[in-house]
């Protein structure tokens, strides 16, 4: 099997769960069952040469319920959250936060990530969020560095010194300040972020 077919089995379409669509727009509104799948969204997608499934098949698949298809595939995870598909959308659904959503559904159901590395990132990225509010460079890059294996990897390589050069040009240029900055409300950020207020949303 090609590492970008959709993972899972025509069994699987035997065990709709017609239950998925209502569950993503409680957390929404998405306004999922407006597609009627002109593509639109998928033309003007940058990045489907890495997806298994298109953006409008995924949005197909949540309404007929094959959760399991739409869970496991790399397109959640590949997406670059332009937001391309949904302003070329013409029934406005909100195809990028759809995905948004698809993810931290998958993380929550437990469903394996077939892109480790992107899954990382997303964690990270929160992580680094919930401390400040707000993203801050410094920390967050090292931070997935680490975590993700990929400083052992430029280590090896001998191409840290690179990135560390490039980080310092960019500090003193002022594209990004070394020092963390906080905003208001960040006991709220961290509220809306929390696994608990997703969990009592979706009961």
């Given at each position: ?10 069994s ?10 209502g ?71 909100k ?7 698809l ?33 801050f ?6 931070s ?28 003193r ?24 207020r ?6």
């Amino acid at each position: 099997m090609n590492e970008l077919e959709p993972r899972f089995s025509k069994s699987d379409t035997l065990y709709p769960d017609y239950r998925l669509a209502g569950e993503l727009e409680a957390f929404g509104p998405f306004n999922t069952q407006a597609c009627f799948q002109c593509c639109k969204c998928t033309n003007g997608c940058p990045v489907t040469f890495a997806m298994d499934l298109y953006p409008d098949q995924v949005i197909r698949l949540v309404l007929i319920g094959q959760r399991k298809a739409v869970l496991s595939c790399h397109t959640i995870w590949v997406c670059s959250a332009c937001k391309t598909c949904t302003t070329r959308c013409p029934n406005e659904v909100k195809i990028t936060e759809l995905m948004d959503c698809l993810k931290e559904l998958a993380i929550q159901d437990g469903v394996p990530c077939p892109q480790p590395q992107i899954l990382t990132l997303h964690e990270t990225f929160l992580d680094n969020i919930k401390k400040r509010g707000r993203l801050f460079e410094v920390s967050f890059l090292p931070s997935y560095l680490l975590r993700s294996g990929e400083f052992t990897r430029k280590w090896r390589q001998g191409r840290w010194q690179a990135d560390a050069k490039l980080g310092l040009q960019m500090i003193r240029k002022g594209k990004f300040s070394p020092f963390p900055k906080r905003i208001r409300g960040t006991q709220d950020v961290r509220r809306i972020l929390s696994p608990s207020r997703r969990e009592k949303n979706s009961s």
